[in-house]
């Protein structure tokens, strides 16, 4: 994604926002080590909001994982404040086979963990969902999908915005390209880079950025 030219400006955004995740929001894969949420920050301040962006994306873990650890960490970074905000995404763990070929995490217990966490974290802070990405193989992408609509539906109802990236970034060769290239799973940054943009032109994000300080 480009980045205006840096150039002298007043911020006219004061925000503190918590990527919460897995590998995906950790930009696993990514040769400049920004991943989506770093690229779309970077972009944003340049259009002048001034973004403060804690990554708490952890590789490997499921809803159940991050619905144990997400409120201290983000508390402990937004705690008294009033400039604070939740981005949430994850799911891709949860459907991926075990050892025995289920997924990792039963279908309802993902449901039940990102339920808990929605309502945490819209009753204090600002929070939106991006839902989990495919990875352009037919059998983890079904299941992936399956659990994305839920995912939505779940967000419907807790008044939480929702952005699915399932059927974009399938049919972007930059990410499945990129996936396949790597190791199966992540893309490379111009595969986040088609991510970033997907959020950054998102209404839900860009009414973020028009909050007022």
């Known amino acids: 994604m480009p980045v205006p030219s840096p150039k002298a400006r007043a911020y006219h955004a004061r925000m503190r926002l918590c990527f919460i995740g897995d590998s995906y929001v950790t930009g696993t894969g990514d040769e400049t080590c920004q991943g989506w949420a770093g690229r779309l920050c970077a972009c944003e301040r340049q259009a002048g909001h001034d973004l403060t962006l804690y990554n708490l994306g952890v590789r490997g873990q499921t809803s159940h994982d991050i619905a144990l650890r997400w409120q201290a960490e983000a508390q402990a970074r937004l705690h008294g404040r009033d400039d604070g905000g939740i981005v949430l995404s994850f799911g891709a763990n949860d459907v991926m086979p075990d050892a025995a070929g289920q997924p990792r995490l039963a279908h309802a217990d ?83 880079d088609v991510l970033a943009r997907l959020v950054r032109d998102w209404p839900a994000w860009r009414d973020l950025m028009a909050a007022p300080p």
């Open 110 to 192: 993902s449901l039940h963990a990102t339920e808990r966490i929605l309502h945490q974290a819209r009753s204090r802070w600002p929070t939106l969902m991006i839902g989990p990405p495919p990875v352009g193989r037919p059998g983890p992408d079904q299941r992936t999908r399956v659990l994305e609509q839920a995912m939505a539906a779940s967000c419907s109802r807790a008044g939480v915005p929702f952005l699915s990236v399932w059927a974009p970034l399938l049919g972007s060769a930059p990410w499945c390209g990129g996936i396949a290239r790597g190791d199966g799973l992540h893309p490379g940054g111009a595969g986040y």
